[in-house]
């Protein structure tokens, strides 16, 4: 009887002791085994208990145990779940619109039967009860964090809520997160709010929900984006995307530039070109002015390029340049180049290095989309089109001693010194235009420009 019993066990625990545990608990509890007092041995109902082994699984054998707890404990185990694995008592006592007191004793009982794993000792303080040493003011200030002693016992949770009320639940925590969070928590807790929300999405009808939702999808999207998430971050795009109206170009122009600009590139970085040809057509032709196409006509150059597509993401960017009242060849004779040169030597004669450190911010909108997409061009011509790249570069130099700085600038700088050493063979002033370049990134602090 005992060897049956135990392959039972094992059959429907694959052997985890915390689940071999509960389940000859739960057996004892249903009086599928009991102890003889009689005749001095255990004994079971080996039928049943066959029965119970083959048509359960963990989770809903173990949802059945979590059904016995007091309602209390079942409904703070179910908001739990719905946080994740791992969660602390601040976010649950947000979810649960109680005192971090109150939820504490709430979580006392799931403690005591091992289905929640307190992080520290600090919990106790919560709960009344006193450690060897008092605490000091930085454990009383420590973060009370809990975790689920088993995954399937967080799954097991989260069943216990029915189906048609799970939205609903995802959505309510997403709202209370998002209003009782401080500015600081909520920017460190902003994935797990847009996740919450994400679930319930459905239920949400209001226009301005739908916009701030919006909203927080483009700020993670972002964050993921900065975080080299690539998918992740065209999946929160997407979800801001499919929150706007129907005429969301016309009732939320900015936000839904923003949105698709930010896919755009999220679509490249991750090396989608198929996928990327839709968002830059509906963005080149809903966006309303040439500066607000710069970000995806910056986007549609890099990925040409990164599909060495040389001579489109040149086409391109001089269209643009030309739009913007820069008129260059693909193609442009030694001549065109010798002039460029002359006529940069002389907008610079009489100027100094620190003169040009010192020059004011660029600000005109116009002559900085041109600084981009002329710096977006560079690459592309240094090797599909090499005498176009000294135009570009006269030209970067011309903007900036003219309109003020950017950050850009320190490229144009950077490329007119290597031609100064490399094709003037002027060393000295070459080396001295590096400097500046260097110069203009301190000033800008333009550390991604750096390399």
């Known amino acids: 009887?005992?060897?049956?019993?135990?392959?039972?066990?094992?059959?429907?625990?694959?052997?985890?002791?915390?689940?071999?545990?509960?389940?000859?608990?739960?057996?004892?509890?249903?009086?599928?085994?009991?102890?003889?007092?009689?005749?001095?041995?255990?004994?079971?109902?080996?039928?049943?208990?066959?029965?119970?082994?083959?048509?359960?699984?963990?989770?809903?054998?173990?949802?059945?145990?979590?059904?016995?707890?007091?309602?209390?404990n079942q409904n703070i185990l179910k908001l739990a779940a719905c946080i994740g694995n791992q969660f602390d008592l601040t976010t649950l006592a947000i979810v649960c619109e109680k005192s971090e007191a109150e939820t504490a004793v709430d979580l006392w009982k799931t403690l005591q039967l091992g289905l929640i794993l307190p992080q520290s000792e600090v919990y106790k303080f919560y709960i009344g009860e006193q450690s060897e040493t008092n605490p000091n003011q930085e454990q009383i200030s420590q973060v009370v964090s809990y975790k689920f002693l088993h995954d399937r016992v967080q799954q097991a949770a989260y069943f216990l809520i029915p189906d048609d009320q799970k939205q609903a639940t995802h959505l309510?925590?997403?709202?209370?997160?998002?209003?009782?969070?401080?500015?600081?928590?909520?920017?460190?807790?902003?994935?797990?709010?847009?996740?919450?929300?994400?679930?319930?999405?459905?239920?949400?009808?209001?226009?301005?929900?739908?916009?701030?939702?919006?909203?927080?999808?483009?700020?993670?999207?972002?964050?993921?984006?900065?975080?080299?998430?690539?998918?992740?971050?065209?999946?929160?795009?997407?979800?801001?995307?499919?929150?706007?109206?129907?005429?969301?170009?016309?009732?939320?122009?900015?936000?839904?530039?923003?949105?698709?600009?930010?896919?755009?590139?999220?679509?490249?970085?991750?090396?989608?070109?198929?996928?990327?040809?839709?968002v830059v057509n509906i963005t080149l032709k809903s966006a309303k002015s040439l500066l607000d196409k710069i970000a995806i006509y910056e986007t549609k150059i890099q990925a040409c390029m990164a599909q060495n597509q040389l001579s489109e993401a040149i086409k391109t960017a001089l269209d643009v340049l030309k739009k913007l009242g820069i008129d260059l060849p693909q193609t442009p004779k030694m001549t065109r180049v010798l002039l460029g040169l002359t006529q940069t030597k002389l907008i610079l004669a009489g100027k100094k290095t620190q003169d040009l450190a010192n020059l004011p911010t660029m600000t005109n909108p116009e002559k900085l989309a041109a600084m981009r997409i002329l710096s977006s061009a560079l690459s592309a011509a240094f090797i599909g089109a090499p005498k176009l790249l000294p135009l570009l570069v006269f030209q970067q130099v011309n903007l900036s001693v003219k309109y003020g700085n950017t950050p850009l600038s320190a490229f144009a700088y950077a490329w007119y010194g290597t031609i100064l050493c490399g094709v003037v063979v002027d060393i000295n002033s070459g080396y001295e235009f590096g400097q500046l370049a260097l110069q203009i990134l301190e000033k800008f602090h333009a550390q991604n420009h750096r390399c």
């Open 172 to 278: 309510k925590i997403g709202q209370l997160l998002l209003e009782q969070t401080s500015e600081k928590e909520r920017e460190e807790k902003l994935f797990d709010i847009v996740n919450h929300f994400k679930i319930g999405t459905s239920l949400i009808t209001q226009v301005s929900k739908r916009s701030e939702l919006a909203e927080l999808n483009l700020t993670v999207g972002r964050k993921a984006k900065s975080a080299t998430a690539y998918t992740a971050a065209i999946a929160y795009f997407k979800t801001g995307m499919e929150l706007l109206e129907e005429n969301c170009w016309e009732s939320q122009y900015e936000l839904t530039l923003a949105l698709y600009q930010a896919k755009a590139e999220a679509i490249y970085l991750n090396g989608e070109f198929e996928q990327l040809d839709a």
């Open 1 to 72: 009887m005992a060897e049956a019993l135990t392959k039972l066990i094992y059959q429907k625990t694959k052997g985890n002791p915390f689940f071999s545990t509960q389940f000859l608990k739960s057996l004892y509890e249903d009086g599928l085994i009991e102890f003889n007092f009689d005749d001095g041995f255990w004994q079971c109902d080996i039928s049943e208990v066959t029965a119970l082994a083959l048509t359960d699984d963990v989770v809903e054998f173990m949802a059945l145990q979590l059904n016995k707890l007091p309602q209390s």
